[in-house]
């Protein structure tokens, strides 16, 4: 375990969902092959890691069969290396809790981002943000439960929702810049405004981070096979 050759993981730059497999990886201090997906042009080995989908980020290991779904990745690499900074914690109850959370970030939370990206019409797009706002101010009172006032969801160190949630941050202040929007205000989310700014300066998280170029490349292809459209 842990040589290069043994875990692969494809992904794409700009993909939050990649750099939270990265994340992960990172902070376990796990050796692993990097291989870029040109989503335009998928590669064969993609499409046969991921028929259902054909998505990223997909992960090989060794001889076994391949994994897809972000968040089920970064479970199945704390199963198999728990001794490796273990993300999730040890108490069922709080395991459950994480992943209801885990769940809300990324079916209701993000999805958010596409509808305001898709939306048009002014007054649709007032409304999306007051969904934002909304969603912020949930997962606040979810990481002051969480954290227990230390700098964390998983309290003095990075667990598993600060994974989960600080994927997106980068994607999010992106989408913030481009509407004028800032949803992590300090005066309505103190708390997790300066968690966002912690988590984002986190080396494990910063070195897969995408830079503005590469955002902006993506969602230029993101416009084009996918535009706005209400």
Known sequence: MGNKSEIKLLGTAASPFAN????ALNLKSM??????????CKSELLIKSNPVHKKV????HADKPPICESQIIVEYLDEIRPDLYQLLPSVSLDRANCRFWAAYIDNKFFPLYEELRQTLNKAGQEAIKEQ???AT???E???IKSSNGKTYFGGDQVGYLDVILGCFIRWTQHVDELNDFN?????RILELAKWAKCIASHEALKSVTPGKETLE????LINIYRPPYK
């Open 217 to 220: 490349s993506f969602f230029g």
């Open 132 to 134: 934002m706002i909304e």
């Open 141 to 143: 009172e979810a990481f």
């Open 20 to 23: 939270r497999v990265q994340f």
């Open 183 to 187: 949803k992590f205000d300090e005066v």
């Open 57 to 60: 980020p997909v992960l090989l």
């Open 31 to 40: 050796k692993y092959e990097y291989i870029e997906e040109n989503l335009a």
């Open 137 to 139: 101010q949930q997962l």
